[in-house]
């Protein structure tokens, strides 16, 4: 279990289904649909998160759609129980060779998409990993790994680049990798949202002598 100190509102239990399920079925699950990509769009991107992080992956949103790209929305609740339930499956389908593969939930909601996936959350990536390889198309994770620091909110996540701007630029870097737009696109948004490749990290620059 997760705990959070920071206060904001939180949103409704969305009525949209995950394959036919609600959202607190979903919930249960590990993971369900909190929104639907509006149509009409350029481009549809999937966004994942989890927790106080969601409300950054909210507000990439409407930074995403000034770029004409429309998001779908999901959220994460228990990456343990998705790795979990799809480790017994494959197992299962390992030892029953003459039998077709049993589905899993992680791999039923995330692995039909050729597209671009951003999943960005305040654990480090090697959480998120276990269940990367369930996500169709290109998938994008950000994390929290490195060094501990402390500093404000604002300051951390755009450190660890889990921050809106951060999202933003990560869905349109790697739309351009699939060549849906123009690599000076993302660049534009780096400039535009002071996004920065160079950043200090005392576990990799050599700064700290045996």
């Not at 350029?42 to 998160?49: A, D, M, N, P």
């Amino acid at each position: 279990i997760s705990v959070y100190n920071e206060n904001f509102p939180m949103p409704p239990v969305p009525e949209v289904k995950t394959l036919g399920r609600s959202a607190k079925e979903g919930c249960l699950k590990g993971l369900y649909k909190f929104a639907e990509a509006p149509a009409g769009k350029s481009h549809t991107v999937r966004l994942i998160s989890s927790g106080s992080i969601m409300k950054q992956v909210l507000n990439a949103v409407d930074l995403l759609a000034e770029y004409d790209v429309g998001c779908e929305v999901w959220s994460a609740t228990n990456i343990g129980e998705l790795n979990r339930e799809a480790q017994r499956k494959e197992r299962y389908a390992r030892l029953h060779p003459m039998e077709e593969p049993p589905s899993f939930w992680v791999k039923d909601c995330l692995g039909d998409f050729d597209g671009v996936t951003v999943f960005s959350s305040d654990n480090i990536t090697q959480l998120p990993q276990l269940i990367e390889k369930y996500i169709g198309g290109s998938c994008v994770l950000l994390g929290t790994d490195g060094f501990g620091r402390s500093d404000t909110r604002e300051k951390l996540r755009r450190f660890f680049e889990i921050d809106q701007e951060s999202i933003t630029v990560a869905a349109l870097s790697a739309l351009a990798r699939q060549g849906k737009i123009s690599p000076e696109v993302a660049t534009g948004a780096m400039e535009k949202f002071g996004v920065k490749y160079d950043r200090p990290d005392v576990t990799m620059d050599d700064c700290i002598e045996a």
